[in-house]
């Protein structure tokens, strides 16, 4: 764990990459560490691609990944951790999410969904964190909280105690859905953590 560090997340409209990016944020805040967050960039609208970038430390003073720069990446779905694989370093950990969503291109049949994500990860030397966030969120009742399971999931990787998390998502997070979300970030934490570390 470093105490500075840029983290990229991407995946596609709908995930719910923005809450968990603001959470991230304000749990490094909370934290005491100075934090930076970018626009999303892409479509917001479901099936289009999204991109967050989140640097923090002693004092940033730009929110912007540099191509190669990220030490972190969350992929929130499969194919996009290939898509912004240039963004990631020889030492970059990567946790992905193993659901599939077809882009257009894939939908229409134009193109092929690529075949073993997973291992072209790998074979960069890259350090891969496989998680099945969607079942993992199915099993506790809401797939809508696949999300906070990543985040969970993330939080073992950063310098910032869990406590910040759970308070960060009690600000975040509407009353009717904190105790599921609640359950997804300690699922992802503990469980999807563990089983991804085995990998």
């Known amino acids: 764990m470093k105490a500075k560090g840029d983290i990229l997340f991407c995946g596609v409209g709908g995930q719910g990459i923005v809450l968990a990016s603001e959470v991230t944020s304000l749990a490094l805040m909370e934290a005491g ?3 930076k967050k970018s626009e999303v960039h892409g479509m917001a609208q479901r099936g289009g691609s999204v991109l967050s970038h989140l640097r923090y430390g002693k004092r940033v003073y730009s929110p912007l990944i540099a191509p190669g720069g990220a030490d972190i ?3 929130f779905e499969l194919l996009e951790s290939l898509r912004y694989i240039h963004y990631l370093h020889p030492a970059s950990e990567v946790i ?3 659901q599939r969503i077809a882009p257009p291109s894939v939908a229409t049949g134009a193109e092929r969904y ?4 997973i291992g072209q990860l790998k074979r960069r030397g890259l350090s891969v964190l496989p998680v ?3 079942e993992a969120a199915r099993a506790i009742g809401e ?8 985040v969970g999931v993330l939080s ?3 310098p910032v105690d869990k406590k910040y998390f759970i308070d960060a998502i009690k600000k975040k997070v509407p009353a009717r859905f904190l105790d599921v979300n609640l359950e997804a970030f300690r699922k992802g934490r503990t469980e999807c953590f563990t089983q991804a570390s085995s990998v």
Do not use: G, R, W
């Not at 690529?114 to 994500?117: C, I, N, S």
């Not at 797939?143 to 990543?150: C, H, P, S």
């Open 33 to 35: 560490y100075d934090v």
């Open 73 to 75: 990446a969350v992929s």
């Open 96 to 98: 992905v999410n193993t």
């Open 114 to 117: 690529p075949e073993h994500v």
């Open 132 to 134: 099945d966030a969607f």
């Open 143 to 150: 797939i809508k909280a696949e999300n906070v399971i990543l």
């Open 156 to 158: 073992n990787l950063l």
